[in-house]
């Protein structure tokens, strides 16, 4: 009876063993295996070709720099898990593509895709890389119109999305009310990843903002990259060649390293993060914050890795201002108001031409709050 036991044990713990052996690797490593995880994701894909060129498919061209950029990474960064979204010619969702990385937990979230223009006489070429947020010129709003209009070959968009309309501006209403806790550290990897692309003398088009929904639906870091233009002949050459798939998959993975080295901190964009410091103000500046508990808007201007001086260019002529230290930076802020259209307002008129990546913030007296809640109790208070 013992024998039988015993070869009963050592039995089920050859079959466990045999299972674990025919796990993929990114589904079995434990947590405790990887220090850093990154979801890597081809955009597109499947019967969702992308924008087409006159040789070849943006699918193709995004999934070939995803499994270089990812095996680039697997061969030299052995505490770094790479996921991939698709590593072959699928159709993933694009709610699904955010469900994947949040589901690892992942640390950054890159979705790679290839831009297009309709106008194939126009020579537009170059690189951009996004994060989420509002978009600030038409261009860049027909940039996530075009991504995002995926969603409609999904048969329950609709209900996926609520409602969302990829080709109605207005839908993208919600993207003014969207703070992205992760946005300082997404900007600052946008920033190296166009770094790189210039190193290889890529046309570099800028980082930007957009309300892409792959990114909306992430919880962690995310940008997305766009090639370069496939309507573009020379362009699209370049983009199918492997030399040129290699030289893109090679800026991305040396922009990853800088990034997880924790490199290029000192960025110069919005950062909007949990305050874990009170505000400090440039000099005393008279609100209703003073005499009220309700929560004071501000609009966030600018980052810098120390207190700039008093008339500071990079303050653009913007008087008063405040500033408030987080996350070892300081940030600057410019007006204060309990009314958040009074502060949307300010913000359009008089800071989006200055700073066009600026956004609304919250406090309560000298607490930083969520932005949505403020703007609940705003709503209520007007009742």
Do not use: W
């Not at 081809?42 to 999934?63: F, T």
């Not at 020579?123 to 995926?150: C, D």
């Not at 002529?317 to 940030?331: A, F, H, I, Q, T």
């Amino acid at each position: 009876m013992r024998i039988r036991r015993n070869y009963i044990i050592i039995l089920l713990s050859g079959i466990l063993a045999c299972l674990a052996m025919l796990q993929p690797d990114s589904l079995y490593a434990s947590p405790t295996d990887k220090t850093f995880t990154v979801v890597i994701d081809a955009g597109h894909g499947g019967h969702d070709p992308g924008a087409i060129g006159k040789r070849g498919r943006e699918k193709n061209i995004n999934l070939s720099v995803a499994l270089k950029v990812g095996r680039l990474i697997k061969e030299n960064c052995p505490d770094t898990k790479v996921i991939y979204t698709r590593d072959k010619d699928i159709f993933v969702p694009l709610h699904r593509r955010a469900e994947i990385a949040n589901n690892a937990k992942a640390d950054l979230f890159i979705s790679i895709h290839t831009n297009s223009i309709a106008s194939r006489t126009a020579q537009v070429s170059g690189t951009e890389t996004y994060t989420l947020g509002l978009h600030q010129t038409q261009e860049n709003l027909e940039v996530a119109k075009k991504e995002n209009s995926v969603i409609l070959i999904e048969d329950d968009y609709t209900q996926q999305y609520a409602g969302f309309n990829p080709n109605s501006s207005e839908s993208y209403i919600i993207f003014e009310f969207l703070q992205d806790k992760n946005m300082a550290q997404s900007v600052n990897f946008a920033q190296l990843v166009q770094k790189q692309f210039r190193a290889e003398n890529r046309t570099d088009k800028g980082v930007h903002q957009a309300g892409f929904l792959v990114l909306r639906e992430t919880t962690m870091p995310s940008v997305l990259i766009e090639l370069g233009y496939i309507t573009n002949p020379a362009e699209e050459r370049f983009l199918l060649s492997d030399a040129g798939s290699s030289t893109l998959a090679r800026s991305i993975y040396k922009a990853f390293l800088n990034y997880k080295q924790g490199k290029g901190k000192d960025v110069s964009v919005p950062q909007p993060q949990q305050a874990d410091r009170q505000v400090e103000t440039e000099q005393p500046v008279v609100t209703e914050e003073a005499t009220t508990s309700r929560p004071v808007f501000k609009i966030q201007i600018l980052t810098a890795s120390k207190v700039l001086p008093k008339g500071s260019r990079q303050l653009k002529g913007l008087s008063p201002v405040d500033y408030y230290r987080e996350g070892g930076l300081v940030k600057y802020t410019y007006g204060a108001e309990t009314d958040y259209n009074k502060i949307l307002r300010l913000k359009r008129n008089k800071v989006d031409s200055k700073f066009s990546d600026a956004f609304i913030i919250a406090f309560r007296g000298e607490q930083k709050m969520d932005v949505n809640q403020a703007i609940k109790e705003f709503k209520n208070n007007r009742k």
